[in-house]
Every structure is written in structure tokens, then in C-alpha cells.
């Protein structure tokens, strides 16, 4: 049994091209997740709408096991009863956890004037943010002179490839992490919605760079 939860249409595409599959599919109640709604409703694949932790320890609940779960941008937080019901969870976080751990690691890196962007796909195995064992990890520079939208845009292409490259690892059954410590990473707290709004609505990040106020 493998579940696919979040929003990022991409990894789902990816991992259902390269034969992966996915039994069920779990969504937060938010109009972005239109997309994968309708993949999962274009492969007959079972779909979850919800609005709480609760209501995913409901679904879970009906399987004995599960082999693979894949998160990808999904914002209630997995708890150690879900975790443990998982062979493996593997989240896509679209940003380097060594800078950028928690919810919008891009804008947090455009605010504090990063050089660098990035994607980690790491394994969850308890309940801290973005703190497990890594499977991969990609970084490219941040270009200020264009938009958010743009910047986002390349981060995605990336994202495709890594999921990719998590599809071959698991059809060969071959999962391969190093540990690091997170306790020496930085984490950053979801950003105010206004703030959050200015930078993606941003027609040339070099306007708004270093603005590192995220209270």
C-alpha cells in the first residue's frame, strides 16, 4: 500500500510515469490541490479531502501497513502513530534543510538573501520538521533579477528529476540516506500571509531581498 499526500502535482505525475504505485491520495482542503485531485480521479486512484491530523490517522487506520508514503508540500504534520504505520515516508521539501527547514523555505531564503535555492528529499522517521536522513540533495543560485514565480519555476523542473530518481531507487529497492544533524540547521517559522503575498507576487526579487522580517 503506498499514499501520495500534498500538493505538488509534479512528484505524483512523476512517480505514476515511472510505474510506481499509488493506492491512495491525500489532500489538505485547499483550492491548490485541484491538480491532484484530478490525477487521482484520471487513474482511478482512491482521494482523501481534509482538514486535520485526525482525519489522516482515520484513513490510515483502515490499512495494516504501508510501504511508501510520499509527502510533498502537505502542511499538517505527521505524527509518531502515522509514522510508525510506514515502511517509508519520503518528503520532497523544496529548499535546503542545512538553511531552510519549515514551511516556505524559498521566500525565507529570498528574505535573508540566500545565494542559494534548493531541494531536499529526506526520510521522516519522527515528528521533527524536516529532520530525517537524506536521500538527496540539490541546490542552484537564486536569480534576484527575476520573479518569484521564475525562480519557483526552476525549482519544480529540479523536483520532476528528483522524483524521478526516487522512482528508480524503488523500483530497484534500493533506498540509500545519510544522517546529518538538524540540530545545527536553521528553521524558519511560516511567514506571515502579507509577507508571503509581496514575495510571490514579486516581479524582480532583487527589490525585496534581505527583508528578513518574518514575524
Not at 540533495?137 to 523542473?157: G, H, Q
Not at 544533524?181 to 536553521?186: E, L, Q, V, W
Request: hydrophobic content about 40%; overall charge positive.
Amino acid at each position: 500500500m503506498n499514499v501520495f499526500m500534498g500538493h505538488f502535482e509534479v512528484v505524483l505525475e512523476e512517480l505514476i510515469c515511472k510505474g510506481v504505485r499509488i493506492d491512495t491520495v491525500i489532500v489538505e482542503n485547499k483550492p491548490i490541490n485541484f491538480k491532484v485531485i484530478n490525477i487521482a480521479r484520471k487513474h482511478n486512484i482512491a482521494f482523501y479531502i481534509v482538514d486535520k491530523y485526525e482525519e489522516i490517522e482515520k484513513i490510515f487506520s483502515k490499512y495494516e501497513k504501508i510501504d511508501y508514503c510520499f509527502v510533498a508540500s502537505f502542511g499538517i504534520i505527521l505524527k509518531s502513530k502515522i509514522i510508525k504505520k510506514c515502511n517509508y515516508i519520503i518528503n520532497f521539501h523544496p529548499g535546503d534543510v542545512f538553511i531552510c527547514r519549515g514551511r516556505h523555505p524559498l521566500p525565507s531564503a529570498i528574505l535573508y538573501n540566500y545565494p542559494e535555492m534548493g531541494i531536499t528529499v529526506h526520510l521522516i522517521d519522527d515528528e521533527r520538521i524536516d529532520a530525517g536522513p537524506i536521500l538527496y540533495r540539490l541546490l542552484m543560485p537564486i536569480d534576484y533579477n527575476s520573479s518569484y514565480k521564475f525562480n519557483e519555476t526552476r525549482l519544480l523542473k529540479a523536483l520532476k528529476c528528483l522524483a524521478s530518481l526516487v522512482a528508480d531507487d524503488i523500483k530497484e529497492k534500493r533506498i540509500v540516506v545519510y544522517k546529518w544533524d538538524p540540530s545545527r540547521s536553521i528553521y524558519f517559522k511560516p511567514l506571515k500571509k502579507e509577507v508571503l503575498q509581496k514575495i510571490i507576487n514579486s516581479s524582480r526579487l532583487m527589490e525585496i531581498r534581505g527583508e528578513n522580517n518574518n514575524n
